[in-house]
């Protein structure tokens, strides 16, 4: 009965924060629904029994990635009187995405409704292990069945994240960065001059 | 608690709401209770370290000061700025209140002795304790005021800093536990350096402790790392303008946080609910008063840095964060595996 409970509780806000999500005014407000989403699929996520990848889609989607949107979206100063005019200019391309992703959901609740796809079943390598928790069977697989994906992707990550930095470093010049090291390896005796400059003579610095 | 409330006539369903509402409420009201004394504590010793007397008038030696304080501001007005977001300006400080309060359903507080026992339980920490960043943020935005937004980009950027190191640390501990579930990690660290009970007398998890203690002051924006509410800059940041209970949520949240990282340290290095040294004379005493001991140790030293060390500029706050800890945590996750692989740890 709670399953049940819970079950429609999370979906219905996960749908319903998803469509205020695209129907808000305000894109913080957006922002902010948008997490509300995320942690409601967390939950569903538990009530299927996969916490590990619940838990981080939390840390992750929720605990990051959204904070950096948000941090993103708060800066902007976004004039919706101009939003609303390119509406009619964008609407051929948004009506088009629309009508994909409906295609898309009938073609996957039909090919649902006709029989599941027996998906790796015959050497057992996508049936969850009997007696292991979560972590560790997802662990096992990856770096086992799935290694060289998982380091392709992780290189992939890599170049892009390289890729970004080269692409948005400036060096600038005459900046006076603190060098620590320097700070802290120098001395009294060189840091201080004890000087007696003549009348109408000054100090060289 | 679910028998005994079966035993008094109650379906399993119902048995299990009632026990389950019964246990937060026997977690969150002792800690609402600690967070009104450690504030007082936290008001004395930093007192105590500037040679003055602190709060001494209220009550005996003053100690009803933080109820006092309490009362006078829930008696005060809300003020709600006219230009800000109303919604979102109310909804902040529940955020971050309810928030502290969520991550405290892992936390063992005797060998069973918890609310949720999970097997994730040390990810459900971090993931709770990286949505504690939404109060502050929210706050900054929805106040529609400079200082408080220039506050919540501060805190932003701050916590996704720490976070890196702290999930790395994390690691090392689990690395060495074998487990996520926070009440394993406690029974892994029994005898883990010949009769002492803790991580943290480990040649290799030492450093690693420092790092966590360093990085959990930044996570709940604790001086030095308080530049979220730099009084000197910011006039109080985020909370600037907040009055009333909204305020005191946040000053509830802020201490019941700096009570979950204190808990942390010691669950994660210090052996939590185990005492110090595994004597069987010390099993005498009940877990829950060790834990409560090293907590209000691991207090001492947040009001102990708090007091001593000045405010870091937020150049060397970004510096510490990505360009020593980041990298240190890193060679430590890859330095304790490589040790536990060439032991036979994992074999």
């Known amino acids: 009965m709670i399953q049940a409970f819970a079950f429609y509780l999370f979906a219905s806000l996960v749908i319903a924060s998803g469509a205020i999500t695209i129907l808000a005014r305000n894109p913080v407000h957006s922002v902010l629904w948008l997490i509300l989403a995320f942690f409601n699929a967390a939950g569903l996520m538990v009530l299927v029994g996969a916490e590990f990848i619940a838990m981080l889609l939390v840390i992750v989607y929720v605990g990051a990635v959204a904070v950096l949107f948000l941090f993103v979206v708060m800066m902007l100063d976004i004039d919706f009187s101009e939003m609303r005019a390119g509406f009619i200019k964008n609407a051929p391309l948004g009506l088009m995405i629309a009508a994909v992703l409906l295609a898309e959901l009938v073609l996957g609740v039909g090919a649902w409704n006709s029989g599941a796809l027996q998906l790796g079943v015959a050497d057992g390598a996508s049936a969850t292990p009997e007696g292991l928790s979560n972590t560790a069977a997802i662990g096992a697989l990856l770096y086992t069945r799935y290694l060289f994906l998982f380091e392709a992707a992780g290189i992939v990550l890599l170049v892009a994240m390289i890729g970004a930095i080269v692409l948005t470093h400036r060096q600038r ?24 400059p003549a009348v109408g003579q000054g100090v060289t610095l | 608690m679910i028998p005994f409330f ?15 509402i019964a246990e937060i409420l026997l977690i969150a009201l002792p800690v609402m209770l600690a967070v009104a ?46 230009a800000a977001n109303k919604g979102l300006f109310l909804i902040a400080p529940i955020i971050t209140f309810t928030v502290a309060l969520m991550a405290w359903a892992v936390i063992p507080f005797n060998s069973g002795a918890v609310l949720a026992d999970i097997n994730v339980g040390l990810l459900y920490v971090l ?221």
């Open chain 2, 37 to 82: 004394l450690v504030i007082y504590a936290d008001r004395k010793i930093w007192a105590a370290m500037a040679l003055r007397k602190g709060p001494n008038v209220v009550g005996p030696i003053g100690i009803l000061q933080s109820f006092a304080d309490g009362l006078k501001v829930f008696l005060q007005e809300t003020i709600i700025p006219s």
């Open chain 2, 127 to 347: 993931a709770i304790s990286s949505l504690g960043v939404y109060g502050v943020v929210i706050a900054g935005w929805s106040s529609n005021s400079k200082y408080p937004f220039f506050s919540a980009m501060r805190a932003s950027a701050q916590m996704i800093s720490y976070e890196v190191s702290i999930g790395f640390i994390l690691i090392c501990v689990v690395l060495w536990a074998g487990s996520f579930n926070l009440n394993d990690i406690v029974k892994a660290q029994k005898d883990h350096v010949w009769i002492i009970n803790g991580f943290v007398a480990n040649p290799l998890l030492f450093p690693v402790w420092v790092m966590f203690l360093i990085s959990g002051m930044a996570e709940t924006a604790r001086a030095p790392f308080d530049l979220t509410e730099a009084e000197s800059e910011l006039v109080a940041g985020y909370q600037t303008e907040y009055s009333s209970m909204a305020f005191a949520l946040y000053w509830l949240g802020e201490y019941a946080n700096v009570l979950l990282m204190c808990a942390l340290n010691a669950t994660l290095f210090w052996g939590g609910w185990l005492p110090p040294l595994d004597l069987p004379v010390l099993y005498l005493v009940p877990g829950l008063v060790w834990l409560l001991l090293k907590i209000l140790f691991f207090f001492f030293i947040f009001s102990w840095v708090k007091a001593t060390v000045p405010r870091y500029r937020y150049d060397q706050l970004m510096r510490l964060g990505w360009k020593i800890f980041l990298p240190l945590s890193l060679f430590f996750v890859f330095a304790i595996s490589g040790y536990l692989m060439a032991t036979g740890h994992f074999a």
């Open chain 1, 173 to 196: 010049e005459g900046t006076r960065g603190q060098n620590v090291g320097r700070q802290i390896a120098r001395r009294p005796e060189e840091a201080t001059v004890n000087v007696k």
């Open chain 2, 6 to 20: 079966k035993g008094l006539g109650l379906s399993f369903e119902a048995a299990w709401t009632v026990s389950t």
